[in-house]
C-alpha cells in the first residue's frame, strides 16, 4: 500500500516544492542522467550535435582565412619588390590606424564615462554615445544629457501632479465613526 507520508511532516505537506533537507537528499544532474537512460541518450544527441555545428563553424572560418591568405600570397607573386614592399607598407599602416582609432575610442569612452558621472547621469548611458571623434562625442554627451533630464522631469511632474484632494465633511463626529457609518450604510 502506498502512503503520502507528506501529509504528516512538520509543514503539513506545504513546503510549496522547496527541498528543506539542505541537499542531502537531491537529485543532482548526473543522478538524473545515471538514472535514465533516455536522459542520457538526449543529452549526448544535443552535446554531439552542438559539437558538430561549433566544428562546422570553426571549419568555415578557417577556409575563409585560408583562401584570403592564398589571395593575398597570388597577389604578392605577380608583384614585384618595390610593389611588394609598398604594399607591406599600406598594410602595416592600415593596422597602425586601426589600433590609433581603437585606442582613441577607448580614451573617449574613459573621458565620456567621467563626464557622465560629473553631470549626475547613469554611466550605463555610455552605450550609446557616438565615439566618432572627441566632438561628436560631446555632442551626443549633451543630447543624452537634454533627454535624460527632460524625461526624469515629465516623469517627476507626472508623480507630483496626482489628482485632486478631497476635502472632508465637516461634522463633529471622528473618523471612525464616519467610518462605521459608511461600512454600516448609514448616511450622514
Same mark, same amino acid.
Given at each position: 500500500m502506498k502512503m503520502n507520508l507528506h501529509y504528516f511532516d512538520e509543514n503539513g505537506g506545504n513546503d510549496n516544492g522547496v527541498n528543506n533537507d539542505n541537499g542531502a537528499g537531491a537529485v543532482t544532474f548526473d543522478d538524473m542522467l545515471k538514472g535514465n537512460s533516455?536522459?542520457?541518450?538526449?543529452?549526448?544527441?544535443r552535446i554531439s550535435k552542438a559539437l558538430e555545428t561549433a566544428k562546422g563553424k570553426?571549419?568555415?572560418?578557417?577556409?575563409?582565412?585560408?583562401?584570403?591568405?592564398?589571395?593575398?600570397a597570388a597577389k604578392l607573386?605577380?608583384?614585384?619588390?618595390?610593389?611588394k614592399a609598398k604594399h607591406e607598407a599600406e598594410k602595416r599602416e592600415n593596422a597602425l590606424t586601426e589600433r590609433e582609432k581603437a585606442v582613441a575610442k577607448r580614451e573617449l569612452m574613459i573621458e565620456a564615462a567621467g563626464m557622465l558621472k560629473e553631470k549626475n547621469?547613469?554611466?550605463? &548611458?555610455? !552605450?550609446?554615445?557616438?565615439?566618432? !571623434?572627441? !566632438?561628436?562625442?560631446?555632442?551626443?554627451?549633451?543630447?543624452v544629457e537634454k533627454a535624460f533630464t527632460a524625461a526624469v522631469e515629465k516623469s517627476v511632474n507626472?508623480? &507630483?501632479?496626482?489628482?485632486?484632494?478631497?476635502?472632508?465633511?465637516?461634522?463633529?463626529?471622528? !473618523? &471612525?465613526?464616519r467610518l462605521f457609518k459608511?461600512?454600516?450604510?448609514?448616511?450622514?
Open positions: 533516455e536522459y542520457q541518450s538526449e543529452f549526448d544527441r570553426m571549419k568555415a572560418e578557417m577556409e575563409s582565412k585560408i583562401e584570403e591568405a592564398k589571395n593575398e607573386a605577380k608583384m614585384n619588390a618595390e610593389e547621469l547613469p554611466a550605463e &548611458l555610455a !552605450d550609446i554615445l557616438n565615439y566618432a !571623434d572627441a !566632438d561628436e562625442c560631446k555632442k551626443s554627451i549633451e543630447s507626472e508623480k &507630483l501632479k496626482g489628482g485632486t484632494m478631497k476635502k472632508a465633511p465637516e461634522s463633529n463626529e471622528t !473618523d &471612525l465613526e459608511e461600512q454600516m450604510g448609514i448616511r450622514y
